[in-house]
Structure formats: C-alpha cells, structure tokens
Antibody
Framework: QVQLVQSGAEVKKPGASVKVSCKAS????????ISWVRQAPGQGLEWMGW????????KYAQKVQGRVTLTTDTSTSTAYMELRSLRSDDTAVYFC?????????????WGQGTLVTVSS | DIQMTQSPSSLSASVGDRVTITCRAS??????LGWYQQKPGKAPKRLIY???TLQSGVPSRFSGSGSGTEFTLTISSLQPEDFATYYC?????????FGQGTKLEIK
C-alpha cells in the first residue's frame, strides 16, 4: 500500500533552517511527484511547492520562493523540504503528498505531517 | 494566481441532512479540482478528484460536480463521522490554490 512517512517534529529558532523528509513506499517513486503543503495553527491549507521525482523539476509558491528548496533522493525514495531563514509565522504542520508528474490529478496520498515550531 | 472562493466558511447541520459546499475559481480550471476532508490533527483525505470522480473507498453519499469555475461537493445524508473541515484544491495551474475551508459542525 502507498505510504508517505515524514520525519519527526522540530523546534527551531528564528533565522535557522529546517529539513523535513518524506519517505515513500508502495509505489514506483519516480513515476510521481511530491507536493508540499503547510497548515499554520488553526488555519487553512497552503500549497508550498512541487517536485517531480521523475526529473527533479520544481515549482514553488511565491511566498516561500528563495527560502525553500525541494529535493528528492531516488535511491531511497525520499523527498525533502528545506526551509531557511525561519520566522515565527513558519510555525506550522508540514505535509507531503503524492502528486501527478503531469498535473493530471490532485494529490492523493498524504504523509502524517511534521510540526515545525519556530520560537526563540 | 487562481483564487478559489469556498463557501460557506462554516456550516451547522444534523445527522441525515443533505449539505452542499461550493468553490468558485477566479478563472476557468476545466475539471482540475479535488475535494478533501480533514479531521483535527490528521492529514487531509482526498474524497473527489477530477471534480466529480469519487475516490476509491469513499462512501457514495459524497459527490462532486461542476466544471469551469463553479464546483460543488454534496453530502447526501450526513453521518457522524462526516463532521470535519472540507477544502477544494485546484491543480490547473501553478501556484496550486486551496479554498479557505468549510468547517462542518453538528447542530
């Protein structure tokens, strides 16, 4: 069965960086993409970016562009989201989700979420 | 960017009620829309894709319709486990955008 398992919760200071992992199993990793979505406490869902596990192509939301980098390691079927220069308003649960490479469908399977807390 | 306007933002209903949630896109997105259910502390779960196709394993009381700029999610007969927050998501163009969410509460 398809599973996306994310790394554990993080507490970071303002200005630091965080790297969240998302390990995929149950499907051919390079046949899909991974989207990243975050949710601040009590708020809605916010799309952050997308990476093709097939060729590494990326798309980023303007709000985090320049501070976020999405990567994949096809040898371990793992996707990574690194966010730099953290601010208090980056405090959120970060989700990875399996997405289509050709944008033909909405994300189907989701990771369990990783809470990132930014606090001095 | 495509704006997704979801309404209502909250809704009180009773078990057995029929409810409808609407998403309007700021431009034509064909049928490039999914509907998600999220319960507190959990990841979103896809209910509907391609605007009207029921995700495998999702009860048939859920249905989606629409294309272009107007979309609806209908729950034909609310069950206790349906009280949650619902979101639409367009995947027609980047950046992807979600509706603001509809919190469905028990009356």
């Amino acid at each position: 069965q398809v599973q996306l398992v994310q790394s554990g919760a993080e507490v970071k200071k303002p200005g630091a960086s965080v790297k969240v992992s998302c390990k995929a199993s149950g499907y051919t990793f390079t046949n899909y993409a991974i989207s990243w979505v975050r949710q601040a406490p009590g708020q809605g869902l916010e799309w952050m970016g997308w990476i093709s596990a097939y060729n590494g192509n990326t798309k980023y939301a303007q709000k985090v562009q320049g501070r976020v980098t999405l990567t994949t390691d096809t040898s371990t079927s793992t996707a990574y989201m690194e966010l730099r220069s953290l601010r208090s308003d980056d405090t959120a649960v970060y989700f990875c989700a399996r997405a289509s490479v050709y944008s033909t469908s909405s994300p189907d399977y989701w990771g369990q979420g990783t809470l990132v807390t930014v606090s001095s | 960017d495509i704006q997704m306007t979801q309404s209502p933002s909250s809704l009180s209903a009773s078990v057995g009620d029929r409810v409808t949630i609407t998403c309007r896109a700021s431009q034509d997105i064909r049928n490039d829309l999914g509907w998600y259910q999220q319960k507190p502390g959990k990841a979103p779960k896809r209910l509907i894709y391609a605007a009207s196709t029921l995700q495998s394993g999702v009860p048939s009381r859920f249905s989606g319709s629409g294309s272009g700029t107007e979309f609806t999610l209908t729950i034909s007969s609310l069950q206790p486990e349906d009280f949650a927050t619902y979101y639409c998501l367009q995947h027609n163009s980047y950046p992807r955008t979600f509706g603001q969410g509809t919190k469905l509460e028990i009356k």
